[in-house]
C-alpha cells in the first residue's frame, strides 16, 4: 500500500501539550500513513491567528485546535470553513459533558493546567529530589521519598524516577550491584520499593550501546562482566531473588515504554497504601493521594 501524506494542524493559546498528547494517541492507531505536523502554539492574539491561517490556506488539512478566545475561534473556524478543512476544538466535548455532569458552566481560562499554584510547585520540588537522590545519592533522604525503585544497572530506574517526579512523585533509586551492601534505609522503609527488571538480551544490548557512547572518543572499552551473558543473568537473578526475599513487588520492563512502568509503579505504591491502610484498621479513602497528594 502506498504511504499517504496528510497535513495536520494544532493549534494552541498554551503549551500545545495537551494537543501532541492526543494527536500522538490517535495517530498510534494508523499504520502506512505520513503525517506532517505543524504545531502552533501561545496562539492569544490576532497578530498570532494571521500566521496560522496563512499556514493553513498554503498547506490545508485536518485542524485539532484548544483556544479559549471566542474572536480567535470563530475567525479560526471560518478559514477552515472557506479553505474545506475540518477543524476541531478537542476540549469541547468533554467540558460539555463535566458541565453537565456538574451543573455549573466552565471558566474560559486559556492555560489553565500549568498555573504556578501547589500542584506545580510540588513537581518541581519533586524534580529537585530525583536530581538529589539518583542513582544510590542521599539515601538518608529515603525517609522522605514517595517511592523507592531497585534494580540492576540500566534497568530504566532514572528516567522512571524523572517521568513520576512530574507527575509530583519523589521517587529515589538505588542500584543493586552484586557484592555491594544495600543502604540501610532500606531494612525497614518508610514508603513503597520496587524492583525494576530486563530481560538478560535487552540488557545487554543497552549496556554495550552504552559503552559504545562512552568510547565514542576512539577508545575501546574492554567487555567486563558488565555485557557477559553468565554475569549479567547472575545479576539480573541476584536482585530478583533480593526482590523476593523482601517482599518487593517486580516490573519487567523489556517490552513496557516509561509511561507503562511509571503508571505501574504507581498502581504498586496503592496497593502498599491499601495494605497499611488495612494493617492500620482502616483503608485510606484514596490511595493515590498519599502519593499525588490529590484526586489523579
Not at 494527536?23 to 494571521?50: C, K, Q
Not at 478543512?85 to 467540558?95: F, N, R
Not at 517490552?255 to 483503608?283: D, F, P
Request: aromatic letters at 4%.
Amino acid at each position: 500500500m502506498a504511504t499517504r501524506t496528510t497535513n495536520l494542524h494544532l493549534v494552541s493559546d498554551s503549551t500545545g501539550e495537551t494537543l501532541n498528547s492526543i494527536a500522538r494517541a490517535a495517530l498510534s492507531r494508523f499504520e502506512g500513513h505520513h503525517v506532517i505536523h505543524h504545531r502552533w502554539s501561545l496562539v492569544r492574539s490576532r497578530l498570532n491567528l494571521d500566521r496560522v491561517l496563512e499556514g493553513i490556506e498554503h498547506e490545508p488539512g485536518l485542524v485539532l485546535f484548544t483556544l479559549v478566545d471566542q474572536s480567535l475561534r470563530m475567525a479560526l473556524e471560518e478559514t477552515c470553513g472557506r479553505v474545506g478543512v475540518t477543524c476541531l476544538s478537542v476540549l469541547d466535548p468533554v467540558v460539555n459533558l463535566m458541565q453537565q455532569e456538574i451543573g455549573t458552566p466552565a471558566v474560559s481560562k486559556r492555560a489553565a493546567q500549568h498555573v504556578m499554584d501547589a500542584d506545580y510547585f510540588r513537581r518541581i520540588d519533586a524534580m529537585h529530589y530525583v536530581l538529589a537522590h539518583d542513582d544510590g545519592q542521599g539515601t538518608a533522604g529515603i525517609a522522605n521519598a514517595d517511592v523507592v525503585l531497585v534494580g540492576v544497572s540500566r534497568s530504566s530506574k532514572t528516567p522512571t524516577c524523572f517521568y513520576l517526579a512530574n507527575r509530583g512523585v519523589k521517587a529515589a533509586n538505588v542500584p543493586l550491584v552484586p557484592g555491594a551492601s544495600l543502604p540501610i534505609e532500606l531494612d525497614q522503609p518508610p514508603c513503597p520499593v520496587v524492583g525494576l527488571t530486563i530481560e538478560v538480551g535487552a540488557l545487554i544490548d543497552i549496556r554495550r550501546h552504552r559503552l559504545k557512547i562512552i568510547g565514542a572518543g576512539g577508545v575501546r572499552l574492554p567487555e567486563t562482566d558488565y555485557v557477559n551473558i553468565d554475569a549479567v543473568k547472575a545479576e539480573i537473578l541476584m536482585a530478583r531473588r533480593l526482590c523476593s526475599q523482601r517482599g518487593w513487588p517486580v516490573i519487567d520492563v523489556t517490552r513496557r515504554s516509561i509511561e507503562e512502568t511509571a503508571a505501574t509503579v504507581l498502581q504498586q505504591v496503592e496497593l502498599w497504601h491499601q495494605k497499611r491502610g488495612l494493617a492500620m484498621g482502616h483503608a485510606p479513602e484514596d490511595p493515590a493521594a498519599h502519593v499525588l497528594g490529590r484526586h489523579d
